[in-house]
């Protein structure tokens, strides 16, 4: 396989209802996407860098700049011909990491279409439909919240992740919890909006039955991690602050994780995607599949990935309706709380030419 260039394509996707976290409130996707193109097929990537640095330090518009100055020319130099020689070519690059996920995932794609096998295969997966969780953000009010609840539980998701922040933590957990019953499956993600000083408050969530509490701390604040495991009881799991195998066998080794959200934008890709599966595996840790308010492309990939063994709880893998009115691809549809796992060459969808050509807002052709 000869790759003859990329194409950088910017969509634009307006979300279906404003989408609030600790960081900030989207409305809308600005989603870059990378084809790759080679002599014997074309593959996609989706990146799931903000439009800000405000989740991590990347954003779009720096993604673009070290792929066009950085990356694509030494993928180019190194006349790379397989998915699995684009990390060691990058390693001289410090970071980047959604940078080099969205190269590596269209080069996957367009050697495994050239293959004919699919990415669920390739990378070891064993269902084939994955479980269905739904993240909720911050509202305005608790009853707003109990009503966005209700109707995500009717529609059949099977596992509820609550965006929580200092001021909208317990109080809407209890909520949720006496309209709901104790038997949904229910977590809180803070995306590093607390302290070590915040213990005592973050212990009150003890009494709710919580499957786990992410990313409480600062991004780097590993130990900060495995000293708050210590002071409450519902088990800690990380996602900023893994980034890689490495990070996570350390947090492992120090007790500052007991579950592991697993995004492969942010690790680099799903081959290391795949490493920290793997890793967790062999440590007893469970893993899920996190979520970027992907397109069904990233969607897709992130859907083959939560089919493998080791991924035990619900990820937040949710129908494309839960974000988008209309999608890129043809919709993922949640049937009995589940996704189908695609089946076909690559990510097993392609974009449906019409509508993406109506979200595009600027593609460039990159040959290398
Ligand atoms: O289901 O795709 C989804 C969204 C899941 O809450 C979700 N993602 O911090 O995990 C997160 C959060 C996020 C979304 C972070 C977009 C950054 C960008």
Redesign the pocket.
């Known amino acids: 396989m000869n790759i003859e260039g990329f194409e950088l394509r910017r969509v634009a996707m307006p979300l279906v209802s404003p989408?609030r976290?600790s960081f900030g409130t989207?409305t809308a996707r600005d989603i870059l996407l990378v084809k790759a193109v080679t002599d014997a097929s074309e593959g996609w990537g989706e990146c799931?860098s903000?439009h800000d640095p405000l989740?991590s330090p990347e954003y779009t518009e720096g993604v673009v700049d070290v792929l066009k100055r950085f990356v694509l020319p030494a993928l180019g130099a190194a006349r790379m011909r397989t998915a699995t020689a684009v990390a060691p070519a990058l390693h001289a690059f410090k970071g980047h990491r959604m940078a080099k996920a969205v190269v590596e995932t269209a080069v996957l794609d367009a050697e495994l279409r050239a293959e004919g096998r699919s990415f669920a295969r390739e990378l070891g997966g064993v269902h084939d439909r994955v479980p269905c969780g739904?993240?909720v953000g911050i509202m305005d009010t608790i009853p707003q919240l109990l009503d966005a609840v209700g109707g995500y539980l009717d529609a059949g998701y099977v596992r509820i992740?609550l965006?929580i922040e200092p001021g909208w933590d317990v109080e809407p957990v209890r909520a949720v919890r006496e309209r709901f019953g104790d038997d949904v499956l229910l977590q809180v993600?803070a995306?590093t909006a607390y302290t070590l000083r915040d213990a005592r408050q973050l212990a009150k969530l003890d009494d709710f039955d919580l499957l786990l509490i992410?990313q409480p701390l600062e991004e780097e604040d590993v130990l900060g991690h495995a000293d708050l495991a210590k002071l409450v009881r519902t088990p800690i799991c990380l996602?900023e602050s893994i980034t890689s195998a490495q990070t996570a066998a350390a947090a492992i080794r120090l007790g500052a994780t007991s579950v592991i959200?697993i995004?492969p934008g942010r690790v680099g890709g799903y081959l290391e995607a795949r490493r920290i599966h793997d890793l967790a595996v062999a440590h007893g840790i469970p893993v899920w599949c996190?979520?970027?308010?992907?397109s069904g492309l990233g969607r897709a990939a992130n859907i083959a990935l939560a089919s493998l063994p080791g991924f035990t709880l619900p990820g937040?893998?949710?129908a494309s309706d839960?974000?988008y009115a209309t999608d890129i691809t043809p919709p993922f549809v949640m049937q009995d709380g589940h996704l189908e796992v695609p089946t076909g060459p690559g990510l097993g969808v392609e974009p449906v030419p019409e509508i993406l050509e109506e979200f595009t807002t600027a593609t460039e052709w990159i040959p290398v």
């Open positions: 989408f976290t989207q799931v903000l989740y739904v993240s992740k965006k993600d995306n992410e996602d959200n995004k996190g979520g970027m308010v992907e937040d893998v949710s839960r974000f």
